[in-house]
């Protein structure tokens, strides 16, 4: 099991940035791919971006593709998220997440809440207009 942390969320005004961190321990090996998800208030959890362990491919929703950047340091087993240019959309609870099921091919990435096997509590981030 992994274990994560989320820190770095708060509240900012439309256009600023915020780097959300996510501390990972435990079994950190076993996770092939980490993940950011979102929630806001009454949706469900939307698929945010991930990062491929081994090689360090990113993958995004079109939503935040081109103002969110996701980058890991395995080293010290934590995962980030830039976010810049925020919205007023983006405000929501910022959850990590850790896929720990190994796929052959990089073309593939987990997308889905249901494909990730361990979740953190959660950061809330909120933006102004």
């Known amino acids: 099991q992994v274990q994560l942390v989320e820190s770095g969320g708060g509240l900012v005004q439309a256009g600023a940035s915020l780097r959300l961190s996510c501390a990972a321990s435990?079994?950190?090996?076993?996770?092939?791919?980490m993940g950011w998800f979102r929630q806001a208030p009454g949706k469900e959890r939307e698929f945010v971006a991930a990062i491929r362990r081994n090689g360090g491919i990113t993958y995004y929703a079109d939503s935040v593709k081109g103002r969110f950047t996701i980058s890991g340091d395995n080293a010290k087993n934590t995962v980030y998220l830039q976010m810049n240019s925020l919205k007023p959309e983006d405000t929501a609870i910022y959850y990590c997440a850790a896929d720990r099921t190994y796929y052959s091919s990089s073309s593939y990435y987990p997308r889905g809440a249901y494909e990730y096997d361990d979740w953190g509590r959660g950061t809330q981030v909120t933006v102004s207009s």
């Open positions: 435990g079994r950190t090996t076993d996770a092939n791919h």
